[in-house]
């Protein structure tokens, strides 16, 4: 096989349209533009959300709700995943190094430990957050929760 003479399949390759390169092109005179008004024109960009003069939908509607700018978002994990990773990597402790581990979340998210499904093994927890139900449960099989 000679690499200098491979060349694309037939049909996968088109020739560019050559705009502006006089009427035998095909493409001269109002280079594909059309006759007159604000797009045949040169350096024409149109603006996110113009709408032709007319007053733009985001002007129009009303703002609304409230975004808490203090907010801190979680990662939820219920206790029947901290059991199955418990079971699956034979582990007596677990923190977020070991649900990055395994997957379950990002080093950079904060994780709050929510009370879904039971819990049948002592476990050593370290989260950002517990919800009571979940604290109840692990410290109710002698298990510790610690908060980061």
């Known amino acids: 096989m000679d690499l200098s003479k491979l060349k694309p399949a037939s049909g996968s390759t088109k020739?560019?349209?050559r705009i502006g390169r006089g009427q035998g092109s095909g493409h001269g005179g109002t280079s594909t533009r059309g006759h007159k008004g604000q797009k045949s024109r040169s350096g024409y960009s149109k603006k996110v959300g113009f709408e032709?003069?007319?007053m733009p939908l985001q002007r129009v509607v009303p703002k609304s709700g409230f975004k808490n700018i203090n907010r801190v978002e979680f990662k939820a994990i219920n206790l029947d995943v901290l059991q199955q990773l418990a079971e699956k990597r034979?582990?007596?402790?677990?923190?977020?190094?070991?649900?990055?581990?395994?997957?379950?979340?990002s080093?950079?998210?904060?994780?709050?430990i929510l009370g879904g499904?039971?819990?049948?093994?002592?476990?050593?927890?370290?989260?950002?957050?517990?919800?009571?139900?979940a604290k109840e449960a692990i410290e109710k099989l002698e298990g510790t929760t610690e908060i980061l």
């Open 90 to 105: 034979n582990l007596t402790s677990i923190d977020v190094a070991a649900l990055v581990n395994a997957g379950i979340t």
């Open 52 to 54: 032709g003069g007319q």
């Open 15 to 17: 020739k560019t349209r």
């Open 117 to 133: 499904g039971t819990l049948d093994k002592k476990l050593d927890v370290k989260a950002h957050a517990f919800s009571k139900s």
């Open 107 to 112: 080093k950079n998210e904060k994780i709050k």
